[in-house]
């Protein structure tokens, strides 16, 4: 059971669960939560506004668990401190790297994929820029752009990787971090290795509006379905 608060730029937390399984990243003193086993393990940062109790992505490690698949959710070390601003681009990185290799040694998987909540899912392209492995990237909104500022772009570092890593974005037709033709523009420039799932009416946080007559659990599903599906066609 989840109870909801708003963090930061409306990010949903939720608080713990006892159920959820419980581990630690050393080297970035900070909690992980893994779910599941298999041969793929997905592994899961949050946003800059979450921890790794976000409801989406508990939901979504359930989800892979039940479908034969491992996921490790992790906490950066702003979030474990319950701080709010986000940690400097090494320690996010690090804190990915490890929750990446943690998870490969704790399930003793075959394929690991990567990703997450906005800069979550950010970070860990970054990693993979610099040499860490990943099967795949998985991007939950990912912020192209900061609101308003669309010159300002954080694609630089994602055609070096896209011909041998698989990426999926997953992404609210009114998310104000990716303006629409910019988004539609990078997958195309990122090639045929690269999909887009549009979830219509969704916000940067996958809200949507009344008028849609969609609600909160309808979205949920159509994530955790495109995520499957995708898994799936990549043989993850």
Do not use: C
């Amino acid at each position: 059971m989840y109870h909801r608060l708003a963090g930061v730029g409306g990010e949903p937390i939720g608080y713990p669960s006892p159920a959820m399984p419980e581990l630690r990243l050393p080297a970035a003193n900070t909690s992980a939560s893994l779910h599941g086993a298999g041969s793929t393990v997905v592994v899961l940062g949050h946003g800059a506004g979450g921890n790794r109790r976000t409801p989406m992505l508990v939901a979504l490690a359930e989800a892979l668990a039940g479908s034969g698949r491992a996921a490790l959710l992790y906490n950066f070390p702003y979030a474990e401190r319950g701080g709010r601003r986000p940690d400097p681009p090494r320690i996010l990185e690090a804190t990915a790297r490890e929750a990446a290799e943690v998870a490969l040694a704790r399930t003793g998987a075959d394929r690991v994929v990567m990703g997450g909540r906005s800069m979550g899912g950010r970070i860990a392209s970054q990693v993979v820029a610099a040499g860490a492995r990943a099967d795949g990237l998985v991007f939950l909104a990912y912020p192209l752009h900061p609101p308003g500022r669309p010159e300002t772009r954080r694609d630089a570092h994602l055609p070096a990787i896209a011909a041998a890593t698989p990426m999926l974005f997953v992404q609210g037709t009114r998310d104000a971090f990716a303006r629409e033709d910019l988004l539609l523009g990078l997958v195309e420039r990122l090639g045929t290795r690269v999909e887009l799932h549009r979830v219509e009416s969704a916000d940067h946080s996958f809200r949507v509006l009344k008028r849609s007559g969609r609600t909160a659990d309808d979205v949920l599903d159509e994530v955790r379905a495109a995520l499957r599906a995708w898994l799936e066609r990549h043989r993850l």
